[in-house]
């Protein structure tokens, strides 16, 4: 079977347009040579004039014909420039910031979210080491208790009913990002414009009062003592029983 080689620059032929020589190789002999012809005419020295004339147009030449490991010497040329000129050491920087597009991925600088987390996270080992109590607590043989007199049973049952007692509405302020907000002062007003509760969020965002109030339309304002966070004056209905509670939200869009 007949072999055929197969070309090795396939993407950097050129096709030879002027003669034997392509574009480039015809637009540096136009450059060099008229080039050589006036160092020749300038230069006052007999000798030193065709030498420097024929250095000039060599380079020519050279950039047109005379390929270097299959490279051509502009390549070469071009390379050697750059390489100077690129630095030798390069400097690690520790304190270099984020990327702006991953400051909201995996970068947090809001306080509100980090004292979340953090009250998440002491809930969370309370609440472990409230049941690993009880699981041991369980675990122990029962013991024989006495009865209780008719007194003790009464303030029994009255700690109990105060233990029990639960709030008369709840509520939580969140952002836009469904982030818990703190510090949150929560005005409760009448129809007439009376304040008759001053509430104020914890650091869950969470808000209750235990003072029951009549069945009626209440007017919630909200204010941030930092001026953070802004708020629309919401109206709500207060039932005698508020199992659920109300939720509320800044106004920012961004």
């Known amino acids: 079977m007949e072999q055929h080689p197969i070309p090795r620059q396939i993407t950097s032929f050129e096709f030879k347009l002027i003669g034997f020589m392509t574009v480039k190789q015809f637009i540096y002999l136009v450059i060099f040579f008229p080039l050589a012809l006036i160092v020749y005419a300038l230069f006052p020295i007999p000798i030193l004039n065709i030498l420097l004339a024929i250095v000039v147009g060599g380079v020519g030449i050279a950039l047109a014909f005379i390929p270097i490991n299959d490279r051509p ?3 070469w040329i071009r390379n050697f420039i750059r390489r100077l000129s690129s630095p030798t050491q390069y400097f690690y920087q520790k304190n270099n910031h984020p990327l702006y597009f991953l400051k909201t991925l995996f970068f947090s600088s809001d306080p509100h979210m980090v004292l979340a987390h953090v009250d998440s996270q002491e809930k969370l080992k309370a609440y472990l080491l409230k049941t690993q109590k009880t699981n041991i607590v369980q675990k122990r043989q029962p013991i024989a208790i006495p009865p209780k007199t008719a007194g003790e049973t009464v303030v029994a049952e009255k700690k109990k009913e105060t233990e029990e007692k639960k709030a008369f509405f709840s509520g939580i302020v969140e952002n836009h990002r469904m982030i818990p907000l703190p510090g949150i002062l929560i005005y409760v007003k009448d129809g007439g414009g009376k304040t008759l509760r001053l ?6 965002g969470i808000f209750a009062t235990f003072n029951s109030l009549p069945a009626g339309d209440y007017f919630f304002d909200f204010k941030d ?6 708020f629309d004056r919401i109206k709500m209905r207060i039932e005698d029983n508020n199992p659920k509670p109300l939720k ?4 920012e869009l961004l």
């Open 225 to 230: 003592p930092r001026e953070t966070y802004f």
């Open 199 to 204: 509430l104020k969020s914890n650091p869950n």
């Open 73 to 75: 010497m502009e390549v």
């Open 248 to 251: 509320f939200f800044s106004k």
